[in-house]
C-alpha cells in the first residue's frame, strides 16, 4: 500500500445520488428520516456517515417533498453541490488515515486547501452540522478507528502505532484513544491474542 505525499482529491458519491442532512446527528433523526423515506417509497440507505444514498436515484419533486418533511423536525436537507462538498471532505479523511502507510500531518486547513481550494468557515460550520462533529473531531475518532485496526490486524508495538498516525508522542496518543474508547491498547491487544487462540483451537479441531 503506497503512501500518499499528498491529500488525494477523493470524488462524492459511488454512481448513486448521495445528500446529507444538515442537523441529523441522533439516531432519533435517523429513525425519523428514514421513515419519511419509507412513507414516500423511496429506496435509499443512511451511512454510518449520514449520508442518505439513493441507488435508483431521487427526482427534484421527491427531493423538494423529502426536504419539506424533513423540515417539519427541524432537519435540512443539503442540495446535491453541498453534498459533495461534505462527501470529499469526509472521503479524504478517511482515505489518508485508513489507506496510507505512514500519516502526513493531517490538518482540516489543509484538507479543505487541497479538495476545495479555500478554507471556508461556512464549510466548516456545515460539515459539523451534518457530521455532529468539528472536522478536527472526525479526524481524531478516525485515528483511533485506524489505531484499533493495526492493534488487532498488525504487530506494531504501541509506540509504532503513534508513529505512523503522525501523534508528536506515544503519551498523546494514549491519552487521545483511552479519551474515545475508555479503554487502553492493551485491551485490543488482549482481544487479538483470545481471536488467534480461538482461531488455533478451530484450525486443531478440524
Not at 17 to 21: D, E, G, P, Q, S
Given at each position: 500500500m503506497n503512501a500518499h505525499p499528498n491529500f488525494p482529491k477523493?470524488?462524492?458519491?459511488t454512481g448513486c445520488?448521495?445528500?446529507?442532512?444538515r442537523y441529523m446527528v441522533s439516531l432519533r433523526c435517523k429513525i425519523f428520516t428514514k421513515s419519511e423515506l419509507?412513507?414516500?417509497?423511496?429506496?435509499h440507505l443512511i451511512t454510518s456517515h449520514g449520508?442518505?444514498?439513493?441507488?435508483?436515484?431521487?427526482s427534484e419533486e421527491?427531493?423538494?417533498k423529502l426536504k419539506k418533511s424533513l423540515r417539519r423536525a427541524g432537519l435540512d436537507l443539503l442540495d446535491a453541490s453541498e453534498s459533495i462538498i461534505i462527501d470529499?471532505?469526509?472521503?479524504t479523511i478517511i482515505e489518508v488515515i485508513h489507506y496510507s502507510d505512514r500519516l502526513p500531518k493531517l490538518t482540516f486547513k489543509d484538507i479543505l486547501h487541497e479538495n476545495l481550494g479555500s478554507e471556508s468557515a461556512l464549510i466548516l460550520k456545515i460539515f459539523s452540522e451534518v457530521t455532529g462533529?468539528?472536522?478536527?473531531?472526525?479526524?481524531?475518532?478516525?485515528?483511533?478507528?485506524?489505531?484499533?485496526?493495526l492493534l488487532l490486524y498488525d504487530d506494531y508495538s504501541v509506540k509504532e502505532i503513534s508513529e505512523?498516525?503522525?501523534y508528536r508522542n506515544k503519551d498523546l496518543f494514549l491519552a487521545q484513544f483511552k479519551k474515545h474508547t475508555d479503554l487502553t491498547p492493551a485491551y485490543y491487544l488482549d482481544i487479538k491474542k483470545k481471536r488467534e487462540k480461538n482461531i488455533s483451537e478451530l484450525n486443531l479441531a478440524i
Open positions: 477523493v470524488s462524492g458519491g445520488t448521495k445528500l446529507y442532512v419509507i412513507k414516500m417509497g423511496i429506496p449520508a442518505l444514498e439513493f441507488p435508483e436515484g431521487i421527491q427531493q423538494l470529499k471532505i469526509i472521503n462533529v468539528s472536522v478536527t473531531s472526525f479526524i481524531i475518532l478516525q485515528k483511533v478507528e485506524r489505531a484499533k485496526e505512523l498516525l503522525n
